[in-house]
């Protein structure tokens, strides 16, 4: 199976980075991509914002935008799946080309833009599987020409409201004029409180950018122990250009994915987990490519790690490969578990 998806993903790159992803959705829809033998380990069981996790490896948002293909993604091994970001009214996202393969720095770069189908499509799919198992996060965005961002976001949570097992506030993508300016402390402050007011039973995440200011970190800290958010992910996309890329496409605009985002997003996840103090979990997201720098994100303060841009240089087996390592360096470092070894680094 392992030569077969290694070969699959060698294929797909011979087709544009956007083609390329629409044939992997088509092929897991269509049951081409073998399901794995998926890994039961006690030691990989966590808890996150109360849900308990069969393991901590996650899908990032940002794949399966329209939540065409869950129960398949959960059926490679992923212990949380993360579909959208959803926007209330379908919309076409930014102008063609706008993904961008790094090859050369295990690398991505897009600039999507929230293309999706909108609220009453993803809607529809959530409620076709409502009875299904499996732990099922949508990830929140806004309209590219809304008067009202924040009440995009309100839209949408009770639209979905009794559908998924968490929510994702996406206030970080960079592909989306003026968005980001959602992070600073008033305006934070407003979104958090109507988002949390229309909240019921599932919970509440925030995606942080990596491209924080020092200044930023605390007030952000501050607003999500207040506002009672269920978690943090850290982190989204990056708009600077390490010196250190290599390939032609590294000037393109858009939010850097991969390898080249690993150090910046860890340091991130770090400064939070102490500024939190325990008091919130973390999601470790950025650069995660193999066990090893899964199981770095969890020592530097990670309750759950998620990841994507990796599977497309090394194809979908690479869950249960990370899965399978972190199971023998949990063991190998003498943790019963993974909340054990959480922050260990910090």
């Given at each position: 199976?392992?030569?077969?998806?290694?070969?699959g993903?060698?294929?797909?790159?011979?087709?544009?980075?956007e083609?390329?992803?629409?044939?992997?959705?088509?092929?897991?829809?269509?049951?081409?991509?073998?399901?794995?033998?998926l890994?039961?380990?006690?030691?990989?069981?966590?808890r996150?914002?109360?849900m308990?996790?069969?393991?901590?490896?996650?899908?990032?948002?940002?794949y399966?935008?329209?939540g065409?293909?869950?129960d398949?993604?959960?059926?490679?091994?992923?212990?949380?799946?993360?579909?959208?970001?959803?926007t209330?009214?379908?919309q076409?996202?930014?102008?063609?080309?706008?993904?961008?393969?790094l090859?050369?720095?295990q690398?991505?770069?897009?600039?999507?833009?929230?293309?999706?189908?909108?609220?009453v499509?993803?809607?529809a799919?959530?409620?076709?599987?409502?009875?299904?198992?499996?732990?099922?996060?949508?990830?929140?965005?806004?309209?590219k020409d809304s008067?009202d961002?924040?009440?995009?976001?309100?839209?949408?949570?009770?639209?979905?409201?009794?559908l998924?097992?968490?929510?994702t506030?996406?206030?970080?993508?960079?592909?989306?004029?003026?968005?980001?300016a959602l992070?600073?402390k008033?305006?934070?402050?407003?979104l958090?409180?109507?988002?949390?007011?229309?909240?019921?039973a599932a919970?509440?995440?925030?995606?942080?950018?990596?491209d924080?200011?020092?200044?930023?970190?605390?007030d952000?800290?501050?607003?999500?122990?207040e506002?009672?958010?269920?978690?943090?992910?850290?982190?989204?996309?990056?708009?600077?250009r390490?010196?250190?890329?290599m390939s032609?496409?590294?000037?393109?605009?858009?939010?850097?994915s991969g390898?080249?985002?690993?150090?910046?997003?860890?340091?991130l996840l770090?400064?939070?987990?102490?500024?939190?103090?325990?008091?919130?979990?973390?999601?470790?997201?950025?650069?995660?490519?193999?066990?090893?720098t899964?199981?770095?994100?969890i020592?530097?303060?990670?309750?759950?790690?998620?990841?994507?841009?990796a599977?497309?240089?090394?194809?979908?087996?690479?869950?249960t490969?990370?899965?399978?390592?972190?199971?023998e360096?949990?063991k190998?470092?003498?943790?019963a578990?993974v909340?054990?070894?959480?922050?260990v680094d910090?």
């Open positions: 199976m392992s030569g077969f998806l290694k070969f993903t060698k294929a797909l790159h011979a087709f544009p980075p083609m390329a992803h629409q044939l992997s959705l088509k092929a897991l829809k269509a049951g081409l991509v073998p399901t794995p033998t890994i039961h380990d006690g030691v990989l069981k966590t996150l914002a109360g308990d996790l069969p393991n901590p490896v996650g899908l990032a948002a940002g399966d935008k329209n065409e293909v869950i398949p993604l959960l059926g490679l091994g992923f212990g949380f799946v993360e579909c959208g970001a959803v209330p009214r379908a076409a996202g930014n102008p063609k080309p706008r993904v961008f393969r090859s050369a720095d690398a991505v770069i897009n600039r999507m833009g929230f293309n999706n189908a909108g609220l499509a993803m809607k799919r959530l409620s076709a599987r409502a009875s299904r198992y499996g732990f099922v996060g949508v990830n929140l965005g806004a309209n008067a961002r924040t009440e995009d976001y309100v839209t949408s949570l009770t639209g979905l409201e009794g998924a097992s968490f929510f506030v996406n206030i970080s993508s960079p592909n989306t004029p003026g968005l980001r992070q600073s008033a305006s934070l402050d407003e958090l409180g109507r988002v949390m007011q229309a909240k019921h919970p509440i995440f925030l995606k942080v950018a990596p924080l200011k020092d200044e930023d970190l605390a952000i800290a501050a607003s999500v122990i506002h009672k958010i269920d978690a943090l992910v850290v982190s989204n996309t990056t708009i600077e390490p010196d250190t890329l032609t496409d590294r000037a393109e605009g858009g939010g850097l390898r080249p985002l690993f150090e910046r997003s860890t340091a770090k400064s939070f987990a102490r500024e939190l103090d325990g008091n919130v979990p973390l999601v470790g997201v950025g650069g995660i490519e193999d066990a090893d899964a199981y770095a994100k020592r530097s303060g990670a309750t759950a790690v998620q990841f994507y841009s599977m497309v240089y090394k194809g979908p087996g690479l869950v490969e990370i899965i399978r390592g972190l199971a360096r949990l190998a470092d003498g943790f578990s909340g054990e070894a959480v922050g910090v």
